[in-house]
């Protein structure tokens, strides 16, 4: 009996020296603020783990951590396209911190965690259990500045940087200005406004938005699975792209109207373009072979003379 008394003090004693090994709130402000940083620089793996290592570490109260782990979910959910971590923080907020006026939100973001990953029979059913009575302002969601605002629904600056960081370079050239950042957001909230009342109507339930959804999915999958196959296929190096140049220095002369060469752009001039023109043909040759293989691998036949 006494050693069980002893043992139940030591654990005691222990508990007791874990949390008063936190600490104080001020040195945990700047581990967040640090993670806020991360964030805005687009560094949002590196974010997350400040962030949980801020809820790790520190003393804070229940209304901060469920909104830290908010700010980790949104993460999750929109920038880095994962949804299954997403919805297991989503989840958490709603078991582990019921209270909060988060969970409004939360359970919309379950559902469309569910929607993305295509168990449309699990977000109807979140969807039907989900209360959305709590009329109450929910919190900062995400670092950054509101700059738009749907109803409760925010749309902040790094929701502006981030679209502009998925064009491809010729076409953010076109928004460096405050105006043409401006019609860009706009834009932004116009298609949210409308995909809301498509849902609304429904439309998600269509079975052409259904058909057109599997369509672009899956020629997402094959575009990412050409992506990872053939990126250690294609090795380009400086001594490649000026072999190719003198190969093919036709290609970048200026010619006459008769096809005459009246001048031959230098290699400096059209490095660039070079480079992209030899990763682009090692690509397709690279997709050929992989396609060749698959075709001998599968046995596929294609008959050519019943095409009409």
């Given amino acids: 009996m006494r050693t069980k008394i002893l043992l139940l003090l030591f654990v005691v004693i222990m508990i ?32 997350i783990a400040e962030y949980q290592r801020y809820l790790d570490l ?12 908010f700010i980790m979910a949104n993460t999750y959910f929109d920038r880095l396209h994962d949804y299954s971590n997403a919805m297991a923080l989503y989840l958490k907020i709603k078991h582990v911190y019921p209270e909060s006026n988060l969970v409004r939100d939360v359970d919309k973001q379950i559902v469309a965690c569910l929607e993305r990953l295509d168990r449309s029979a699990d977000a109807k059913q979140a969807l039907d259990e989900a209360t959305s009575l709590d009329p109450e302002q929910v919190q900062e969601s995400r670092p950054g500045t509101v700059i738009a605002k749907i109803g409760e629904r925010e749309i902040t600056s790094g929701d502006l940087k981030f679209q502009l960081n998925q064009m491809p370079d010729y ?34 339930s269509d079975k052409d938005v259904i058909e057109g959804a599997f369509q672009a999915k899956k020629s997402l999958m094959v575009q990412k699975y050409l992506q990872l196959e053939i990126a250690g296929r294609v090795n ?12 093919n220095l036709d290609k970048y002369a200026e010619k006459n109207e008769d096809g005459t060469v009246k001048r031959q752009k230098p290699f400096h001039e059209v490095q ?3 480079a992209e023109d030899l990763a682009m043909e090692k690509q397709q040759r690279a997709v050929d072979e992989l396609l060749q293989q698959m075709m001998e691998a599968e046995k596929v036949q294609i008959f050519t003379d019943l095409v009409k």
């Fill in 16 to 47: 007791g020296c874990s949390e008063s090994s936190k600490k104080p709130t001020p040195d945990g402000d700047k581990v967040r603020e640090y993670a806020n940083a991360l964030y805005n620089r687009e560094l949002y793996e590196q974010s």
């Fill in 58 to 69: 520190y003393d804070v109260d229940a209304v901060q951590r469920a909104n830290v782990l």
């Fill in 171 to 204: 076409m953010r050239d076109q928004f460096k200005t405050r105006e043409a950042k401006t019609e860009l957001l706009k834009q932004m909230v116009a298609n949210d406004l409308f995909y809301d009342a498509a849902k609304r109507q429904g439309l998600d």
């Fill in 236 to 247: 380009i190096t400086p001594d490649h792209v000026q072999d190719y140049y003198k190969a």
């Fill in 272 to 274: 660039q373009q070079v």
